[in-house]
């Protein structure tokens, strides 16, 4: 009979812990989202993105990579490489630095923990320790007879953002 009922206790603990595991598996998962600018153009966007707790900048970011069969290259924890822009294109300077939560990181994008929430901006600069890369942003107004207008503006160093020069627009593959 004892043994009877350690058995039945075994089974229940196994139970218990199979069914806490599952009941918390939606737990420690955060949503980012993850942007992904080259030296010309943007290489990927995932507005939001399933992460697990504990996830780095690099985790998620050699996962999207890979999952969009989008070339890179890495050197000891380090993206030396995402699709044809490589560190040192500007006559040897330059490389891949990392936005999370508006600031620039300067910790090394495989020990930045995620946090739920966050923008993650993985961006070529010209330069270490320079001016981050030109990082446009875009704004819409409504106007007369339902035409739209279309401000590209970006930031001039501690300045307001200016208008950029030169943007061009291409929707649906048409410029």
Do not use: H
């Amino acid at each position: 009979m004892n043994l009877i009922k350690r058995g039945l206790a075994a089974v229940l603990a196994a139970v218990l812990v199979c069914t806490t595991a599952l009941a918390a598996g939606g737990e420690g998962k955060i949503t980012v989202s993850l942007r992904v600018e080259g030296i010309e153009e943007n290489i990927l966007y995932i507005p939001s993105l399933q992460a697990d707790a504990g996830d780095t900048v690099y985790d998620i970011l050699v996962s999207a990579l890979t999952d969009e069969e989008i070339s890179f290259f890495q050197q000891d924890g380090y993206i030396t490489e995402i699709a044809g822009d490589k560190s040192g294109a500007f006559d040897g300077k330059g490389g891949w630095v990392c936005f999370a939560d508006g600031q620039v990181q300067s910790w090394p994008m495989s020990s930045l923990v995620l946090k739920d929430g966050w923008e993650v901006i993985v961006c070529y600069c010209d330069a270490y320790g320079g001016s981050a890369a030109v990082m446009p942003e875009l704004s819409c107004k409504k106007g007369q007879g339902g035409l739209l207008t279309l401000t590209v503006t970006a930031p001039q160093g501690d300045k307001d953002a200016v208008p950029l020069a030169g943007a061009g627009l291409i929707v649906g593959g048409k410029k």
